[in-house]
């Protein structure tokens, strides 16, 4: 069992940035892959961003490539997603998910295959 705890949300206006965190309580982060998930108000969870165990691959969905950047420490057992540029559409609540891997390079957008979730951290985008 993997029990994630995100940080980080709030109001920001757009064009800020705010960085989100997030907290896995195992002794197995480093066999993690870790994604950042985000779901706005009557629309459907999205990946935002995932990181392979390594923190040397990562994805991101094309709305934020260039904007957001994932990344991770695994002697903090934290995952973090730096999102700069907020845009009102960023407005959402995100969630940070992992999946166990053998493979220390494999990254996974697939929601589906993301096995543990945090509760969410609320961000609001003002214009």
């Known amino acids: 069992q993997v029990q994630l705890v995100e940080s980080g949300g709030g109001l920001v206006q757009a064009g800020g940035s705010v960085r989100l965190s997030c907290a896995a309580s195992?002794?197995?982060?480093?066999?993690?892959?870790m994604g950042w998930f985000r779901q706005a108000p009557g629309k459907e969870r999205e990946v935002v961003a995932a990181v392979s165990r390594s923190g040397t691959r990562t994805n991101y969905i094309d709305s934020v490539k260039g904007r957001f950047t994932i990344s991770r420490d695994n002697a903090k057992n934290t995952v973090y997603l730096q999102m700069d540029s907020l845009k009102p559409e960023d407005t959402a609540v995100y969630f940070c998910?992992?999946?166990?891997?053998?493979?220390?390079?494999?990254?996974?957008?697939?929601?589906?295959?993301?096995?543990?979730w945090g509760q969410g951290t609320q961000v609001t985008v003002s214009s």
């Open positions: 195992t002794r197995a982060f480093s066999s993690l892959v």
């Open positions: 998910a992992c999946q166990f891997s053998g493979l220390v390079s494999y990254v996974s957008s697939l929601l589906s295959q993301y096995n543990y």
